[in-house]
């Protein structure tokens, strides 16, 4: 398992608490595949406002990987903080040279502890070992925190368009990262 640096801090059912340092492993046991769909549905319609088509959306990519997956180019990570879920990231494949770098997330009583940088580093070096050429990525405006870390990790912007997505109107971004 990876590991982040340092330690986060956050809240448990309302209880501050210290938290350890957090750890990254593969997705693979009980229970993940379901909180990866819950917690994105949860997250964005709370923060962000965006409708039931965004969790359907995660639930296809989710149910993608899970029923056909190439388990020789292509990988899913939990992170965990004390045993609790606290994030995810997916590596999946676009094409035989690009891997796509898939429904990041960090659970809010977790961020800014370095735990998305930690999951998106393990998804490039995972691409790296993998084979693939490139790495590419989709998002939008809105997700500020998650783009700081694209940039910090080497991703470029490469189009960006406005769409009307999951009850809103949005400005969608490509970014890629040569490997």
């Known amino acids: 398992m990876a590991e982040t ?10 209880t501050a608490q210290t938290r350890g ?3 990254i492993r593969p997705l693979d ?6 909180w990866v769909v819950q917690r994105h549905g949860e997250i964005y319609a709370d923060q962000f406002g965006w409708d039931a088509t965004f969790e359907e959306l995660v639930a296809q990519i ?6 056909d997956r190439d388990t020789a180019r292509e990988q ?26 898939r429904i990041l997330l960090v659970d809010p009583e977790f961020r800014g502890h370095g735990i998305g940088g930690a999951l998106v580093r393990t998804c490039i070096a995972y691409a790296r070992a993998a084979g693939y050429r490139k790495m590419m990525l989709w998002t939008n405006h809105p997700l500020t925190a998650a783009r700081k870390i ?30």
Not at 29 to 34: A, K, N, Q, S, W
Not at 78 to 93: K, L, P, S, T, W
Not at 152 to 166: C, K, P, R, T, W
């Open 62 to 67: 989710v149910a993608d990987y899970a029923t």
């Open 21 to 23: 340092t957090a750890a």
């Open 150 to 179: 694209y940039l910090a990790e080497g991703f470029q912007l490469v189009e960006s368009y406005e769409h009307e997505s999951f009850g809103a109107t949005l400005t969608g971004q490509i970014y890629e990262l040569t490997l």
């Open 5 to 14: 640096r340092g330690t986060t801090r956050g809240t448990t059912r309302g």
């Open 76 to 101: 899913a990570w939990i992170a965990e903080v004390d045993g609790v879920r606290a994030g995810c990231v997916f590596c999946v494949r676009k094409d035989a040279d690009t891997a796509q770098l």
């Open 29 to 34: 046991r009980p229970g993940d595949l379901g």
